[in-house]
Nanobody
Framework: QVQLVESGGGLVQPGGSLRLSCAAS????????MAWHRQAPGKERELVAT???????SYADSVKGRFTISRDNARNTVYLEMNSLKPEDTAVYYC???????????????WGQGTQVTVSS
């Protein structure tokens, strides 16, 4: 069984910074894409940033230049460094991973439970 556990959310003032972490554990053979999504109240979940297994990254236009996604493949962990935070970044942030539990098995999607990020003065 695979689990994704996020940490690092909290309350921060506009212009501040936070670093989110997401560790995958359990039966893991390989991880392809890892990503961060977010969902604000009353809005649909949106993709924030992705990282491939070889480190290729992509970002939503709304966070480009402010957020940085990175991975530690040895620890099956993905990070999201968030700088110059704005009130509109307030949301529950979810970790996502495409994970194969065993050699020869397909990659399945897994989600973390979410961590709240609130940007407010």
């Amino acid at each position: 069984q695979v689990q994704l556990v996020e940490s690092g959310g909290g309350l921060v003032q506009p212009g501040g910074s936070l670093r989110l972490s997401c560790a995958a554990s359990g039966s893991i053979f390989a991880i392809a894409v890892m990503a961060w999504h977010r969902q604000a109240p009353g809005k649909e979940r949106e993709l924030v940033a992705t990282s491939s297994s070889v480190g290729t990254t992509s970002y939503a236009d709304s966070v480009k230049g402010r957020f940085t996604i990175s991975r530690d493949n040895a620890r099956n962990t993905v990070y999201l460094e968030m700088n110059s935070l704005k009130p509109e970044d307030t949301a529950v942030y979810y970790c996502y991973g495409q994970i194969s539990p065993r050699r020869g098995l397909s990659y399945d999607p897994y989600w973390g439970q979410g961590t709240q990020v609130t940007v407010s003065s």
